[in-house]
């Protein structure tokens, strides 16, 4: 047995034998910390943008890891794994770790591409010199390569805590559902005067959509809600308005915004309207099978378009969601069992036992299959790409 053990972890700590290398840099903890406080500057003697500190730190990692080990350069960094999760996600990081497995929440695929963020501290289209690197750092960065390459990078879904989805279907919210709201969505929409004068958050997609709303009639003709928190009512609750709509709308915010997450753990279908942009997952998955694309030049013509889908296609969507919702969550952490464990037992305490469980709610407790899993069940299906630089 012993000795059985012992060749076990030996060979889980052999990096000759691993498949991928996870890089535990935390470029979110830079971005949360750069722009805000007096320190830390990084690079030395400069305050660029936030993009550029995690592009270098993230480079500096990478030269680290490159002298130290021989695993970087044995695949090319093909198989070490970066996770990206700011608001632009891996538009800017280093061409040479581009080759390596982009994780992140932005899925652009358009190609070349630059920065449309309204804040400026994010801007990774902006020059920039330093002595750390020849020339303008944009050469080594965006206009290297796109944000995401639906071959060898993936979307992940961002975490959401049990608490944000309680009131969903598959939580133990006491069936059956009736969705009494055609669309929704609510959020951001910085149309304030001189908040945002060239309309660049969000694409302008929300604020046009907002007027669109005002002008069409969309809350008295169609039952479409839609706007920021005081467009809602009073005891207004997010997780109960998704439970209670058919159609939910998943719009940019200055890059990704969880709206995907929001409307598949409530089991709503998404109308994702935003061009060239992947959600999370949709490189793996059927999304049509459960989803809505609309055009960012056919705005006007939403309520058309979602008012011809037949009660059958949105059954359809619905019963698949219910099949799918658990992969867009994280369970595996302990904080996350915890509550999910304590709602089931509330909801035993409230409810008969035999009062009707809602499709989809088999999963709730359930690790199996969680965003988690997912992700490694489509890092094992890569591993031969990664490994022998085949096309998939
Ligand atoms: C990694 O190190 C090897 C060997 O020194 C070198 O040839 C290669 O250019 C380095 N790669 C990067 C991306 O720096
Ligand atoms: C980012 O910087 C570039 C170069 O200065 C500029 O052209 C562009 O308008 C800026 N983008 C945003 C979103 O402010
Ligand atoms: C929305 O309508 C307001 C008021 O008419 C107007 O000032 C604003 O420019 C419009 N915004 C968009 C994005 O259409």
């Known amino acids: 047995m012993r000795n059985i053990a012992t060749s076990v972890a030996a060979l889980h700590r052999s990096p000759e034998e691993a498949d991928y290398f996870y890089v535990p840099v935390s470029v979110g903890c830079l971005f949360d910390v750069y722009g805000w406080n007096e320190i830390p500057r990084w690079p030395r003697n400069i305050l660029g943008t936030r993009s550029h500190g995690a592009a270098m730190l993230q480079r500096e990692a990478m030269r680290w890891l490159n002298a130290t080990f021989p695993w970087f350069a044995r695949r090319g960094g093909r198989d070490h794994i970066w996770l990206n999760p700011h608001d632009e996600g891996a538009c800017y990081v280093w061409k040479d770790i581009w080759p390596g497995v982009m994780l992140s929440h932005w899925g652009r695929t358009d190609f070349p591409h630059a920065s449309n963020t309204a804040y400026s501290q994010d801007n990774y289209s902006l020059p920039l010199h330093h002595p750390l690197h020849p020339g303008d750092w944009l050469e080594h960065t965006s206009k290297a390569h796109p944000c995401f390459d639906p071959e060898k990078d993936l979307v992940i879904p961002a975490f959401k805590q049990p608490s944000h989805y309680r009131k969903s279907p598959y939580m133990g919210m006491v069936g059956p559902v009736t969705r009494t709201?055609?669309?929704?969505?609510?959020?951001?929409?910085?149309?304030?005067?001189?908040?945002?004068?060239?309309?660049?958050?969000?694409?302008?997609?929300?604020?046009?959509?907002?007027?669109?709303?005002?002008?069409?009639?969309?809350?008295?003709?169609?039952?479409?809600?839609?706007?920021?928190?005081?467009?809602?009512?009073?005891?207004?609750?997010?997780?109960?308005?998704l439970s209670r709509s058919?159609?939910?709308?998943?719009?940019?915010?200055d890059g990704w915004s969880p709206r995907l997450e929001d409307s598949v753990l409530h089991g709503c279908i998404p109308v994702i309207i935003m061009d060239q942009v992947q959600v999370a997952f949709e490189n793996i998955m059927?999304?049509?099978?459960?989803?809505?694309?609309?055009?960012?030049?056919?705005?006007?013509?939403?309520?058309?378009?979602l008012q011809a889908i037949s009660p059958e296609q949105i059954q359809t969507m619905q019963d698949n969601i219910n099949k799918v919702w658990h992969r867009f969550r994280y369970l595996g952490i302990r904080m996350a069992t915890l509550e999910v464990r304590q709602r089931l037992q509330q909801y035993r305490e409230n409810h008969d036992e035999d009062a009707p469980k809602n499709p989809g709610?088999?999963?709730?407790?359930?690790?199996?299959?969680?965003?988690?899993?997912?992700?490694?069940?489509?890092?094992?299906?890569?591993?031969p790409f990664v490994h022998k630089a085949t096309k998939q």
């Open 286 to 305: 059927d999304m049509d099978q459960f989803s809505v694309r609309i055009g960012e030049g056919e705005l006007d013509r939403i309520v058309e378009i």
């Open 361 to 383: 709610s088999e999963h709730m407790v359930s690790r199996q299959d969680d965003a988690f899993d997912t992700i490694i069940q489509w890092l094992h299906y890569r591993m």
């Open 181 to 241: 709201i055609f669309a929704f969505f609510q959020g951001d929409l910085r149309m304030e005067p001189g908040r945002d004068p060239a309309c660049r958050y969000s694409r302008c997609i929300r604020q046009r959509m907002y007027n669109l709303s005002k002008d069409q009639l969309w809350k008295e003709k169609y039952d479409i809600w839609y706007g920021d928190r005081k467009d809602m009512d009073s005891n207004f609750d997010y997780s109960e308005m």
């Open 246 to 253: 058919t159609f939910c709308f998943v719009l940019p915010g």
